[in-house]
């Protein structure tokens, strides 16, 4: 079992920076993939960035060059860091970590991001 907790969403202008970190707490040495999803209001829920424990990173096209995720697995924890916010950014955003191979996935409770213009 792993139970995830997100913390530093916020309001930041356009052009600003806010970094978003995950702690994952139970069988952290079980998580292959841990990553960022997002969600404005009335639409789906998308990849934002994730890394793999061996250290792949994939990032979505609109964020690629602005945003960084990061992780260290021993404690497991995932963090991303967000430079240059543009308004398009605001949205929920849930951590997400995927263990035993993809037979398990677990959600983080999100948290807001709003980027003003």
């Known amino acids: 079992q792993v139970q995830l907790v997100e913390s530093g969403g916020g309001l930041v202008q356009a052009g600003g920076s806010l970094r978003l970190s995950c702690a994952a707490s139970?069988?952290?040495?079980?998580?292959?993939?841990m990553g960022w999803y997002r969600q404005a209001p009335g639409k789906q829920r998308d990849l934002v960035a994730h890394?793999?424990?061996?250290?792949?990173?994939k990032y979505a096209d609109s964020v690629k060059g602005r945003f960084t995720i990061s992780r260290d697995n021993a404690k497991g924890t995932v963090a991303l860091q967000m430079n240059s916010l543009k308004p398009e950014d605001t949205a929920v955003y849930y951590c997400?970590?995927?263990?035993?191979?993809?037979?398990?996935?677990?959600w983080g409770q999100g948290t807001q991001v709003t980027v003003s213009s």
């Open positions: 997400k970590a995927t263990a035993n191979w993809g037979s398990d996935a677990y």
């Open positions: 139970g069988s952290i040495f079980s998580i292959n993939v």
């Open positions: 890394v793999t424990s061996g250290g792949f990173t």
